[in-house]
């Protein structure tokens, strides 16, 4: 007779560690299914040189601080290893190198998960398996471009000095964080550097002598519920992306605040008439396009009714509206601005399974 588990997590990066944590504290039958290796290797598995935006103090999980000083802004490498030691830390049981495949709801209302490593079964699931995994792309904009031209998308740069040389001609289209930096990287190893995405406001990293989350948290303004006002307003209204304390974008870098529209023999055309066409790549010169275009979900394994249209889940506040033991965790703006934070997803996971 297969074991029945209360609770299935699906991913054990940090919204399903921090759901693990609740379950354990009231003591349910539960494991956690990680494709990865190790615990933090979605972190790992992130460009060489980045670092976090949030400083230290507002990087925990439930019950066990971050280390170092609480306006450190961590690495990669650190925060996966701050991921691995939790769940090392709360013994969480994490089944890993197992990738859950299809998610069938039985007849008798409990769930079996068809996974790379077998069958599990449990009356409920928690899916945390990421908001910032699948890569979004201007698909019919990326095909207009030769096949002379590498293109890559930002989640798949492990280091730069692996696809870029000092003779690259290299576009990092969209120009929030992830532009930034690899737009500063790439200058650093002599290629010519071109930037180009409407402009992202930029909040300063200090204001007047505290670390800028120190007032974003002190406000409210981070941790604000999205499900009522004022956060719906908040939601609303920070659409566009904002970056937190990026400096400026170095002189060396060619930065173009007009849309790329298309691209046509050989130039790039941009949305505004004010941008005239620009050659590229140069005619010396071997073109590297990084897309820092974002992401967006996909649930190929979920049952078809539990999601909208564009693929989205159908959910309130985090509790799927079809089968409510279901359970999303770490969506952006799910329950609170920072659901989809390092810092946030413990509230959201107390919220939900806390009870
Ligand atoms: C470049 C970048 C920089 C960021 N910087 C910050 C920052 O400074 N501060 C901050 O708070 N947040 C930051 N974030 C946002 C967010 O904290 C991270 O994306 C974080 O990794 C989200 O954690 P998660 O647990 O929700 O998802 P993930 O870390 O993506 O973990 C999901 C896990 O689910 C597993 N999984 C997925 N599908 C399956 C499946 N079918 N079966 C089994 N396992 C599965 C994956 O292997 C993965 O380990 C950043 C995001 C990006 C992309």
Redesign the pocket.
């Known amino acids: 007779m297969a074991e029945i588990y209360d609770t299935l997590v699906?991913?054990?990066?940090?919204?399903?560690?921090a759901a693990g944590y609740y379950l354990q504290q009231h003591q349910r039958r539960f494991l956690l299914?990680?494709?990865?290796a190790r615990?933090g290797?979605?972190?790992r598995q992130?460009?060489e040189g980045?670092?976090?935006?949030?400083p230290q103090r507002?990087?925990a999980l439930p019950g066990l601080p971050a280390p170092g000083e609480d306006w450190y802004?961590p690495t990669?490498l650190e925060l996966a290893d701050y991921l691995e030691n939790y769940a090392a830390h709360f013994s969480l049981p994490v089944t890993l190198s197992?990738?859950?495949?299809r998610a069938h709801k039985k007849e008798d209302g409990s769930w079996r998960l068809e996974?790379s490593r077998g069958d599990y079964h449990a009356r409920k699931l928690v899916v945390?398996?990421?908001?910032?995994?699948t890569p979004s792309l201007p698909e019919a904009l990326a095909v207009a471009f030769p096949d002379s031209v590498a293109q890559y998308h930002?989640?798949a740069i492990k280091r730069v000095e692996d696809l870029v040389e000092e003779q690259s001609d290299v576009l990092l289209v969209g120009a929030g964080?992830?532009g930034q930096q690899l737009a500063r990287l790439v200058l650093a190893l002599g290629a010519r550097t071109t930037l180009a995405g409407p402009a992202v406001s930029n909040l300063p990293r200090h204001f007047l002598g505290k670390d800028i989350y120190w007032w974003l948290y002190n406000s409210g303004m981070m941790t604000a519920r999205t499900y009522r006002w004022p956060g719906k307003m908040l939601v609303a209204e920070g659409k566009g992306e904002v970056t937190v304390g990026e400096p400026p974008v170095p002189a060396g870098v060619q930065r173009i605040t007009a849309k790329i529209e298309a691209y046509r023999d050989g130039r790039l055309h941009f949305a505004s008439k004010q941008t005239a066409p620009l050659q590229w790549p140069a005619a010396d010169r071997k073109g590297v396009i990084i897309w820092c275009t974002g992401?967006h979900n996909q649930y190929p394994?979920l049952p078809e009714e539990m999601l909208a249209a564009d693929g989205r889940p159908r959910h309130s506040a985090g509790r799927s509206t079809v089968y409510p033991e279901v359970t999303f965790?770490?969506l952006p703006n799910q329950r609170h601005t920072?659901s989809?934070?390092?810092?946030?997803?413990g509230q959201d996971a107390g919220e939900l399974l806390g009870g």
């Open positions: 699906i991913g054990a990066g940090q919204a399903g560690l299914l990680e494709s990865h615990v290797d979605s972190w992130r460009w980045l670092r976090l935006f949030s507002y990087n802004l990669r197992c990738t859950c495949e996974t945390a398996t990421g908001a910032y995994r930002s989640s964080a992830s992401y394994w965790l770490g920072n989809s934070l390092v810092g946030g997803v």
